[in-house]
């Protein structure tokens, strides 16, 4: 588009309204006539008819002389968030910082024995398991998947130990119940899960959750390896910090929803 036909279906009444919605969101307590358009650069008649408007739509509340937003505009912001996937916000973040370690980023939640892949960033670096949204992995032997079985009670992992089919994917895969029992019970505590080769040979992860605004988890996210790149304990002190920053900006919106 020229900028002509930018300048020409520009509605400047409309950016100033909006720029009045954006002053009110910042000053909660509420604004006075004069404030309003001293912080908007309006004159008082300008700001009136801003404010009066906003008002008469229910997205601004009167009181006395103050002006204040009214909760309209949130359940607006509701209704636009719970239409768009949590994972279309979630995944700039991961991208970031996949491109930060130079390595693939994931997302999954728990479905019965497997965990699901809800997003996933592919790193440079060819691994040999397929990965794509959708796809399925177990959950004992997968970071991810510890993290996630970490948010059940005692009485559910259990059950879950109990029921599920645990075989021997790698050498290194642990398969006794009593040790995954116990692995996961580590997680629960340090609140990351790291599974060095029990998928595949050659494949380390390492993963943490996303929680709701109870705390209780919803889904885990995690960074994947070559274990010539990264030891266990490099991991942790080089991986982890940027995982956990990460995942509390993605949590930011569960909290929201």
Known sequence: MRDDDTARDHVTSLERGLSVMEILAANAAGLTLTETAEKAGLTRAGAR??????????????????????????????????????????????????????????????????MVYVARVPGPRIIGVDLQVGAHLPAFCTAMGRVLLSGLTDADLEGFLARAAIVQRTPKTVT?????????????????????????????????????????????????????RHTPAEMEAEILPLLREMAAR???????Q
Not at 78 to 102: C, D, N, Q, S, Y
Not at 250 to 256: G, L
């Open 176 to 228: 006794d119940q009593a040790k995954l029992a116990d692995i996961i019970g580590r997680v629960r505590t340090d609140g990351h899960a790291i599974v060095d080769e029990e998928l595949e040979i050659g494949l380390r992860s390492i993963a943490v959750p996303l929680r709701d605004r109870s705390g209780a988890i919803v889904a885990a996210i995690n960074i994947s390896t070559q274990s010539t």
């Open 250 to 256: 993605i949590s930011d919106f569960f909290v929201v």
């Open 49 to 114: 008819r801003f404010l009066l408007t906003l008002v008469a739509t229910g997205y601004a509340v009167q009181s006395g002389r103050n002006f204040s937003l009214s909760p309209r505009l949130l359940t607006q912001a509701r209704i636009w968030l719970h239409g768009v996937p949590l994972w279309t916000f979630a995944e700039p973040f991961m991208k970031e910082t996949a491109a930060k370690l130079h390595e693939s980023c994931s997302a999954a939640t728990l479905s019965g024995e497997d």
